[in-house]
């Protein structure tokens, strides 16, 4: 997962560092919003905020919005969402699966 920006005329790519479980739970909190089911100025500063959050304020939100593709914003922000809970759904299927075995904890 990463995001090429234009900043400064010059294109510069970005890793997210460490991605929290308190990421996760905003993600999921995010992407279950019916706030982001309408595109508007708001909706463009919360993905652009979400996004510089994902990638640990490497990049600033102007810097976001000025150095992204107009077509490629609404994608980065679905793809980040899809990188930070793509593998989620995997793991819940496995938890309720009765065919897993798990440790005992004691």
């Known amino acids: 997962m990463n995001i090429v920006l234009v900043i400064g005329g010059e294109s510069k790519t970005f890793s ?3 991605i929290s479980g308190r990421m996760l739970k905003e ?3 995010m992407s279950n919003s019916e706030q ?3 595109v508007d100025g708001t909706l463009i500063d919360t993905m652009a905020e979400y996004i510089v959050k994902i990638y640990g304020h490497k990049f600033t939100e ?5 150095g992204i593709a107009s077509s ?3 994608p980065t922000f ?3 969402i899809e990188g930070v809970t793509g ?3 995997g ?3 496995k938890l309720q699966d009765p065919n897993v075995k798990r440790g005992n904890r004691k």
């Open 62 to 66: 102007d810097e976001l919005l000025d």
């Open 87 to 89: 593998k989620l759904n």
């Open 72 to 74: 490629a914003l609404i």
């Open 16 to 18: 997210p560092p460490f």
């Open 27 to 29: 993600t999921i909190s």
């Open 91 to 93: 793991k819940l299927e």
């Open 78 to 80: 679905q793809a980040t």
């Open 36 to 38: 982001i089911k309408v």
